[in-house]
Nanobody, 121 residues
Framework: QVRLVESGGGLVQAGGSLRLSCATS????????MGWFRQAPGKEREFVAG??????SYADSVKGRFTISRDNAKNTVYLQMNSLKPEDTAVYYC????????????????WGQGTQVTVSS
Protein backbone atom coordinates (compact mmCIF):
# COMPACT_ATOMS: atom_id res chain seq x y z
CA GLN A 1 0.00 0.00 0.00
CA VAL A 2 1.37 3.38 -1.01
CA ARG A 3 1.40 6.07 1.64
CA LEU A 4 2.54 9.69 1.57
CA VAL A 5 2.45 11.54 4.87
CA GLU A 6 3.20 15.24 5.08
CA SER A 7 4.36 17.01 8.22
CA GLY A 8 5.92 20.30 9.27
CA GLY A 9 3.11 22.70 8.56
CA GLY A 10 2.00 25.35 11.02
CA LEU A 11 1.54 29.03 11.71
CA VAL A 12 4.41 31.39 10.97
CA GLN A 13 4.82 35.13 10.62
CA ALA A 14 5.58 36.73 7.29
CA GLY A 15 9.28 36.52 6.57
CA GLY A 16 9.64 33.30 8.53
CA SER A 17 10.54 29.79 7.45
CA LEU A 18 9.09 26.31 7.58
CA ARG A 19 10.34 22.94 6.40
CA LEU A 20 7.80 20.45 5.16
CA SER A 21 8.53 16.75 5.00
CA CYS A 22 6.76 14.00 3.10
CA ALA A 23 7.55 10.47 4.20
CA THR A 24 6.62 7.77 1.73
CA SER A 25 6.21 4.02 1.80
CA UNK A 26 5.10 1.34 -0.60
CA UNK A 27 6.63 2.81 -3.74
CA UNK A 28 9.98 2.74 -5.53
CA UNK A 29 10.84 6.18 -4.26
CA UNK A 30 14.13 6.68 -6.06
CA UNK A 31 12.49 6.33 -9.48
CA UNK A 32 9.62 8.68 -8.80
CA UNK A 33 9.15 12.32 -9.54
CA MET A 34 8.15 13.97 -6.30
CA GLY A 35 6.13 17.14 -6.30
CA TRP A 36 4.67 19.66 -3.92
CA PHE A 37 1.35 21.32 -4.69
CA ARG A 38 -0.74 23.74 -2.65
CA GLN A 39 -4.36 24.78 -2.47
CA ALA A 40 -5.52 28.02 -0.93
CA PRO A 41 -9.14 28.55 0.10
CA GLY A 42 -11.32 29.16 -2.92
CA LYS A 43 -8.51 28.48 -5.35
CA GLU A 44 -7.43 25.56 -7.49
CA ARG A 45 -4.58 23.33 -6.46
CA GLU A 46 -1.34 24.58 -7.99
CA PHE A 47 2.14 23.23 -8.60
CA VAL A 48 4.83 24.50 -6.25
CA ALA A 49 7.94 22.42 -6.91
CA GLY A 50 9.08 19.11 -8.34
CA UNK A 51 12.21 17.00 -8.18
CA UNK A 52 13.61 14.14 -10.20
CA UNK A 53 16.86 12.27 -9.74
CA UNK A 54 18.87 15.20 -11.04
CA UNK A 55 16.62 18.17 -11.64
CA UNK A 56 14.23 20.50 -9.90
CA SER A 57 11.44 22.76 -11.06
CA TYR A 58 9.66 25.60 -9.31
CA ALA A 59 6.64 27.76 -9.79
CA ASP A 60 7.61 31.36 -10.53
CA SER A 61 5.88 32.49 -7.35
CA VAL A 62 8.29 30.55 -5.12
CA LYS A 63 11.56 30.66 -7.05
CA GLY A 64 14.40 31.87 -4.87
CA ARG A 65 12.41 31.32 -1.67
CA PHE A 66 11.55 27.60 -1.67
CA THR A 67 13.89 24.63 -2.10
CA ILE A 68 12.81 21.08 -2.80
CA SER A 69 15.10 18.19 -1.91
CA ARG A 70 14.91 14.46 -1.46
CA ASP A 71 16.59 11.77 0.60
CA ASN A 72 16.29 8.49 -1.25
CA ALA A 73 17.67 6.56 1.72
CA LYS A 74 14.77 7.81 3.84
CA ASN A 75 12.15 7.78 1.06
CA THR A 76 11.39 11.36 2.00
CA VAL A 77 10.99 14.61 0.12
CA TYR A 78 11.33 18.04 1.71
CA LEU A 79 10.24 21.57 0.97
CA GLN A 80 12.24 24.31 2.66
CA MET A 81 10.19 27.50 2.60
CA ASN A 82 11.91 30.78 3.40
CA SER A 83 10.75 34.40 3.27
CA LEU A 84 7.18 33.25 3.61
CA LYS A 85 4.39 35.57 2.55
CA PRO A 86 0.71 35.63 3.52
CA GLU A 87 -0.12 34.53 -0.02
CA ASP A 88 1.75 31.28 0.66
CA THR A 89 -1.04 30.29 3.04
CA ALA A 90 -2.51 27.03 1.79
CA VAL A 91 -2.77 23.32 2.35
CA TYR A 92 0.41 21.78 0.97
CA TYR A 93 0.32 18.34 -0.63
CA CYS A 94 3.11 16.07 -1.73
CA UNK A 95 2.65 13.78 -4.69
CA UNK A 96 4.51 11.02 -6.52
CA UNK A 97 4.54 10.55 -10.26
CA UNK A 98 6.54 9.32 -13.22
CA UNK A 99 9.24 11.19 -15.13
CA UNK A 100 9.57 13.85 -16.36
CA UNK A 101 8.74 16.59 -13.89
CA UNK A 102 5.37 18.08 -14.80
CA UNK A 103 3.28 20.79 -13.26
CA UNK A 104 -0.15 19.24 -13.75
CA UNK A 105 -1.99 17.18 -11.15
CA UNK A 106 -2.88 14.32 -13.49
CA UNK A 107 0.82 13.52 -13.93
CA UNK A 108 0.96 12.38 -10.31
CA UNK A 109 -0.42 9.01 -9.23
CA UNK A 110 -0.21 9.21 -5.45
CA TRP A 111 -1.05 12.01 -3.03
CA GLY A 112 -0.73 12.75 0.63
CA GLN A 113 -3.48 14.19 2.82
CA GLY A 114 -1.90 17.61 3.08
CA THR A 115 -0.50 19.86 5.78
CA GLN A 116 -1.74 23.37 6.57
CA VAL A 117 0.64 26.30 6.26
CA THR A 118 -0.60 29.65 7.54
CA VAL A 119 1.46 32.80 7.16
CA SER A 120 0.32 35.79 9.19
CA SER A 121 1.05 39.37 8.16
Amino acid sequence: QVRLVESGGGLVQAGGSLRLSCATSGLTFSTKIMGWFRQAPGKEREFVAGISVSATSYADSVKGRFTISRDNAKNTVYLQMNSLKPEDTAVYYCAAGRPPIRTVQYAYDYWGQGTQVTVSS
